[in-house]
Nanobody
Framework: QVQLVDAGGGLVQAGGSLRLSCAIS????????MGWFRQAPGKAREFVAA????????YYADSVKGRFTISKDNAKNTVYLQMNSLKPEDAAVYYC???????????????????WGQGTQVTVSS
């Protein structure tokens, strides 16, 4: 059974950086397209970033473009989200998600993903 484990969240000052990681087990990591989503209190889950199974195509929400970078290390079965220049509005629980290659996929749509991590809290102080 495929499992995703998110890690790396924490408290950071505005303008700071964090790197989130998501390790996958129980499946062949190289055949999964990966995404990161976030959810702030009282708000809907929103798309942050995604990459294809090879990690050579990436997609970003406009709100994080130029500040966040998604990367996929198939050798380590891990996907990362490097977050720089963090803003208070970036504070949320961040979730990684996975969907096997070959499934219909709109990267920005949470319902398209089959597997989810437990989430990791990111808090940004102003």
């Amino acid at each position: 059974q495929v499992q995703l484990v998110d890690a790396g969240g924490g408290l950071v000052q505005a303008g700071g950086s964090l790197r989130l990681s998501c390790a996958i087990s129980g499946g062949s990591f190289s055949v999964y397209n990966m995404g990161w989503f976030r959810q702030a209190p009282g708000k809907a889950r929103e798309f942050v970033a995604a990459c294809n199974a090879n990690g050579d195509r990436t997609y970003y929400a406009d709100s994080v473009k130029g500040r966040f970078t998604i990367s996929k290390d198939n050798a380590k079965n891990t996907v990362y989200l490097q977050m720089n220049s963090l803003k208070p509005e970036d504070a949320a629980v961040y979730y990684c998600a996975a969907v096997p290659v070959g499934r219909p996929l709109t990267y920005t749509r949470a319902l398209n993903y089959d597997y989810w991590g437990q989430g990791t809290q990111v808090t940004v102080s102003s």
